[in-house]
Each structure stands twice: as C-alpha cells, then as structure tokens.
C-alpha cells in the first residue's frame, strides 16, 4: 500500500494529473483536514466543501500550478481561501447584526453593544494566523516539516494519541519527543512567528 502522505509534492502533483485514483483520494483527505482544523462554522457541511474544493481543483486549479514542488501548500491556501469565501457570502444571511438582536425577552440590543468582530470575521482572522504559521513551516528544514505538521495534528485532535502519532511518522514515541521540541525551537526562532508572537502577546 502507497503511503501517500510521504510521496514529495512534485511527485504527489505529477500522480494527480495522470488521474492516480489513491493519490486524489489522499488529496481529498488533505483537503478535508483542513476544513476540519479548528472545527470552523463552516456555513457546508466540512465534507461537502472539501468536495466542492476537490472537484475545482480537478477541473480548473490544478493546471493553474506553477510551483509543482509547493503542491501541498497551494491546496491548502486554496482551500483556506474557499473557507473565506464561504464565510463572506455567509454575512449577506446575518441580517440581524445590520439592525438589533432580540434576547428571549424580546429586548433588543442596540448594536453597538455587539461584538464588534463577528464570528466569520474571528475566523478569517484566525485563519491568517494559520497562513502564516503554514508558511513558516515551509522554511523549516525537511526533516522538521513534516514532523511539525504531524504534531499540530495530534495537538488539533486528529489523532488519538502519541502512538497513532508514532505509526504514522514511523518513530519512537521518544524520539518524537526531542524531534519536535528541536523543530519547534526553529520554527520559534523564524521571524514571522517572533512577529505573530509580538502582536497577539500585545508585545
């Protein structure tokens, strides 16, 4: 059994325009996993909208490709856009926040006792956050990539626990361990993460 999950992206990209049927499926996977990160509020069901990104990404996107090597990166921003997308059009349904909202008494709050920073926008910025995080990542030696991706899964709930962890990265539970905490003492060390560090401490 192919372990796509350890194919390099220009390969990756290369079995999916020749219609490799595991290697879309593992696409899918990936993409559906992110619509799950976080559990978003989404406005589609997580598996409807990885199917609706998937079926872009099939008939249009994909030839759109420059950077075959970045593969794995550009669904993801893909797909982290389409999320955006889908809590944009969302805002034309939340008609509520425009006027007042009711309490179960019937007594309405004026809006500028609302949050100021409704739930789409809270996502959106949150998925930012991710962005960047994913794209520092990207600079992170090999080795190290995959482990800390692996890992933010793990911490996200995706996996059970460090010993699923340890099947799917094919490590010892220790060595896990002193691998992620090196990695993430790099990733720490890259400027955009002392940045993002910096403005959401307050620093």
């Known amino acids: 059994m192919i372990d796509y999950s350890a194919i390099p992206d220009e390969d990756l990209y290369g079995m999916c325009l020749d219609g490799d049927q595991g290697a879309w499926q593992y696409t899918y996977n990936y993409i559906l996993t992110v619509c799950k990160w976080r559990k978003w509020d989404l406005s589609d069901e997580p598996e409807e909208l990885a199917q609706q990104i998937t079926l872009h990404l099939i008939e249009k996107a994909i030839k759109k ?11 993801k921003v893909m797909t982290i ?51 960047i995080i994913d794209a520092a990542i990207m600079k992170l030696p090999e080795s190290c990539q995959r482990v800390v991706r692996e890992y933010l899964k793990l911490k996200m709930g995706f996996y059970k626990d460090y010993k699923e962890l340890s099947k ?18 790099k990733l720490m060390e890259l400027k955009e993460m002392k940045e993002l560090v910096s403005i959401y401490s307050g620093g």
Do not use: A
């Not at 309490?103 to 991710?130: A, R, T």
């Open 168 to 185: 799917v990265l094919k490590m010892h539970i220790p060595t896990i361990s002193s691998k992620v905490r090196r990695c993430l003492n």
């Open 65 to 75: 490709i420059k950077e075959k090597t970045k593969f794995r990166n550009f669904v």
């Open 81 to 131: 856009n389409k999320i955006k997308d889908s809590f944009k059009s969302s805002t034309s349904r939340e008609e509520s926040l425009e006027k007042s909202i009711k309490k179960g008494n019937g007594e309405e709050i004026p809006v500028e006792y609302i949050d100021p920073k409704p739930l789409h926008e809270k996502v959106i910025i949150d998925l930012e956050i991710v962005s």
